[in-house]
């Protein structure tokens, strides 16, 4: 299996709800990424989890908050999200240490009404 | 930080040979690599210089030049389904974060 799968791959949501959106990878990968993109805009690094730890957060607005239960699923729990977090988010999972080769979900295209 | 400039779009007949340029600004560089994303699709990695240097894929080739900070993806014998966007990117600080440029826009006409 050399794929990322995300679900779903589209949400609607309102400002006052909760979601999740998952992802799952069977490659042994033990780094797992969150991206953000924008339309016409390139992928922007949310959260890195390595080794099911959170290893990197840039800054990202305490409404997103992610989950790693173990090494093949990574989550993203969406609370009270604003209009402008409409985006795709993208999963993406590498070897450990690696800054190549990175291997990229279809992503979820959310849009917050 | 990091900065990579790139062209933001490129247009290109079907056939021809087409240069998609990067340049970057990082405080410490482990390597250059390029990832090609179809509209409403995922980023697909191509392909990655750690030295200076051209590297061959295929049709794909990608060259490095550290001393100028300055890379290139080279697509050969341009097809319609090349027609998407291209991203460069470096190594953010620290390891497992990766920086993206701010990709070109391909189109490849008839």
């Known amino acids: 299996d050399t794929e990322v799968t995300q679900t779903p791959k589209h949400l609607v949501m309102g400002m006052t709800n909760k979601k999740s959106l998952k992802c799952e990878q069977h490659?042994?990968?033990?780094?797992m990424y969150w991206y953000k993109q924008k339309a016409k805009k390139p992928p922007e690094l949310m959260f890195v989890y390595s080794y099911e730890k959170l290893s990197i957060n840039e800054s990202v607005p305490s409404r997103f908050s992610p989950e790693c239960p173990n090494s093949s699923l990574l989550n993203l729990h969406l609370h009270a999200l604003q209009p402008e977090d409409s985006a795709l988010y993208l999963c993406a999972s590498s070897p450990q240490g690696i800054d190549y080769g990175y291997t990229f979900g279809s992503g979820t295209r959310l849009t917050v009404v | 930080g990091q900065s990579l400039e790139q062209p933001s779009e490129v247009t290109a007949v079907e056939g021809a040979i087409v240069q998609i340029n990067c340049t970057y600004q990082?405080?410490?560089?482990?390597?250059l690599s390029w990832y090609q994303q179809h509209d409403g699709g995922a980023p697909t990695f191509l392909s990655y210089n750690a030295l200076d240097g051209l590297e061959e894929t295929g049709r794909f080739s990608s060259f490095l030049s550290r001393s100028d900070s300055y890379g290139y993806l080279l697509l050969q014998e341009l097809q319609m389904k090349d027609s998407a966007s291209y991203f460069c990117a470096v190594r953010g600080r620290g390891a497992n974060n990766l920086f993206f440029g701010t990709g070109t826009r391909l189109t490849v006409i008839p």
């Open positions: 990082t405080s410490g560089f482990y390597g």
């Open positions: 490659m042994g990968h033990r780094a």
